[in-house]
Each structure stands twice: as C-alpha cells, then as structure tokens.
C-alpha cells in the first residue's frame, strides 16, 4: 500500500538557518503530494501541495518540489523564523482520490531558536 | 466562519467509562473524518462520511461509534475507553469530491487520556 517516510525528528534550528525536511513515498502511479503544518496548540493546516511531477508547491517561503524519478517531496525554507516552530507532515494521496485516501507521514517536529 | 470546531480541548477518563467527542462544521461541507494522531505516528483515519446519514469506517475504527445526523455535526463516541484510545483526535471536514476539491480543514484537536 501507499507510504509516507519523513526525516526523524526533531530538528532544531537558528533563526535565520535554512530548512530542509525530508519526505520519501511509496504509491503506483502519480498521486498528490502535500506538506501540512501543525502549530502548538491547533490542528494541521495545508501548507503546499503537487498534483504533478516537476510541479513546485510554495507559501509563506517555504517550497517543495514534487520529484518522481526520487519519489521524494522534500520541504525546503531558506532563512526560518522562531514562528515556524511547529510539526510539519508529509501526505500523498491517489491521483484523484478522496480526501478519505489521505496517507500521513509521522511528522517532524521544528523548533527554532532566536 | 467558525470553520472546525471541537470540544472538549481535554478530557480524562477512566478505564471503562464513556463520552462523546463533538465536532461541528460551518461550511456546507459534506466529507467528514476523525483521525487519532499518536507519538511517531501519523494521522490515521478513524471513521469518515460522505454525507448526513452515510458513514463508514476508516484504518483504526474498533472501539469508536459515529452518527452524522446532519452535515454540521459528526460526534465520535467511545463506548467502553480503553488505555490505548489515549491519544489526540482530530476532525477534519472538505468540500468532498475528488481531485483539487479535497483540501481538508482541521479541528484543533482533543487531549484525551485514559487512565
């Protein structure tokens, strides 16, 4: 069946420092791919997503580039803030599949120091 | 918009007893799930339906009951609350469909623990 592997966390990071979360999946054909970000406190929000390969998903600076020949997602920031501290997960889903399909990765867990 | 929306934020229970999660929605969403999220692993999909009057069950449905006798509301019950039911359970809700349609929005969760 489908998979998510997320890098282990946590990762923890200075202001300022550039941000790499790693995101490998398993999945036949070409499903969406998601990063969802969950602050202390509330539920997960979609951050960016990829319905295609070579697509690049990108908000509030962060960015990830859908690969298929690496089946990877990876979850980049150049310069991270202390408000980005947060859990960040990794998702796919079938292409055209229903919300129900969703596949979560573990989550990694950023915390980012002043 | 309120949008997701559950109650209680905590909630202690001892081995054996009952409660009802709640979770309400204000957008007209037809498609709503219960995750339980625990430590190290994702989230995984507890119950889910398409609509008031249709539910079904999701990877991890033993354990938990739903009803959604209308499109706002879909409460999760624990029958007999167990040790391993502790964890943190989300609801979610999206426009359903498939495709680009499918953006869920999530509730900020709920703390339950059983002792």
């Known amino acids: 069946g489908d998979s998510v592997t997320q890098m282990e966390g946590p990762v923890t990071l200075s202001e300022e420092a550039f941000l790499t979360i790693n995101c490998t999946y398993t999945?036949?054909?070409?499903?969406?791919l998601f990063w969802y970000v969950q602050y202390p406190g509330e539920g997960l929000q979609l951050l960016l997503k990829?319905?295609?390969?070579?697509d690049k998903g990108s908000n509030k600076g962060f960015e990830a580039t859908y690969r298929k020949e690496t089946t990877s997602f990876h979850l980049e920031k150049g310069s991270v803030q202390v408000s980005d501290s947060a859990v960040y997960f990794c998702?796919?889903?079938?292409?055209?599949?229903?919300?129900?399909?969703?596949?979560f990765g573990s989550g990694t867990q950023l915390t980012v120091l002043p | 918009n309120a949008g997701v929306t559950q109650t209680p934020k905590f909630q202690v229970l001892k081995t054996g007893q009952s409660m009802t999660l709640q979770c309400a929605q204000d957008?007209?969403?037809?498609?709503m799930s219960w995750y339980r999220q625990d430590p190290g692993m994702g989230l995984r999909l507890i119950h889910y339906s398409v609509g008031a009057g249709i539910t079904d069950q999701g990877e991890v449905p033993n354990g938990y009951n739903v009803s959604r006798s209308t499109t706002e509301d879909f409460p999760l019950r624990l029958l007999s609350a167990a040790p391993s039911q502790t964890s943190v359970y989300f609801c979610a809700s999206s426009y359903g469909g498939t495709g680009d349609y499918n953006e869920q929005f999530f509730g900020p969760g709920t703390r339950l623990t059983v002792l």
């Open positions: 957008m007209n969403h037809e498609y």
């Open positions: 999945a036949t054909g070409y499903p969406s």
């Open positions: 998702a796919l889903r079938p292409p055209w599949g229903s919300a129900r399909q969703l596949t």
């Open positions: 990829a319905t295609k390969a070579d």
